[in-house]
C-alpha cells in the first residue's frame, strides 16, 4: 500500500517536525526535463545582433548572417547539428562584417575624408 494521498504528497510520516516534509525519493518516475534548449538561444542572439547591425552601421555582411541565424532558429529542434555550424558561419559573418566597418571607419579617419 503507498504512503501517498490522491493529491500527490505524502502524509507526514510518525516522528517528522510538524510542517516539513520528508525528502524526496529519487529513483521512481519519471526523470525532470532536460534543460538543454540547444542552439535556439544562440541563434536569436545572433539573430537579433545581425539585424542591429545591418541597420545601424550599415554591416552588408549582416544580412546573410542573419538568414543563416534565422534558418539556424528553425532547425534547432530537428537538427542540432546543422544549426550551430550554421550559428558559427553567422557569427563569423558578424565579427567580419563588425572588423571591416571599423577597418573603413578609420582608413577613411586617416586618409582626411571627414575632414571639414
Not at 510542517?19 to 519519471?30: L, S
Not at 542591429?52 to 537538427?79: D, H, K, M, Q, Y
Request: glycine share 14%; hydrophobic share 40%; charged share 10%.
Amino acid at each position: 500500500m503507498s504512503q501517498e494521498d490522491p493529491s500527490g504528497y505524502p502524509y507526514q510520516p510518525y516522528g517528522a517536525p510538524y510542517g516539513r516534509r520528508p525528502p524526496p525519493q529519487y529513483g521512481y518516475g519519471y526523470p525532470p526535463p532536460r534543460r538543454d534548449e540547444g542552439p535556439t538561444a544562440n541563434a536569436i542572439v545572433a539573430l537579433v545582433l545581425n539585424l542591429v547591425a545591418l541597420v545601424s552601421c550599415f554591416n552588408v555582411l549582416g544580412l546573410p548572417g542573419a538568414i543563416l541565424a534565422g534558418l539556424a532558429l528553425g532547425r534547432a529542434r530537428t537538427e542540432p547539428g546543422a544549426a550551430r555550424s550554421m550559428l558559427v558561419w553567422s557569427w563569423v559573418l558578424f565579427g567580419l562584417g563588425f572588423v571591416l566597418s571599423i577597418g573603413t571607419f578609420f582608413y577613411l579617419g586617416l586618409n582626411g575624408y571627414f575632414d571639414e
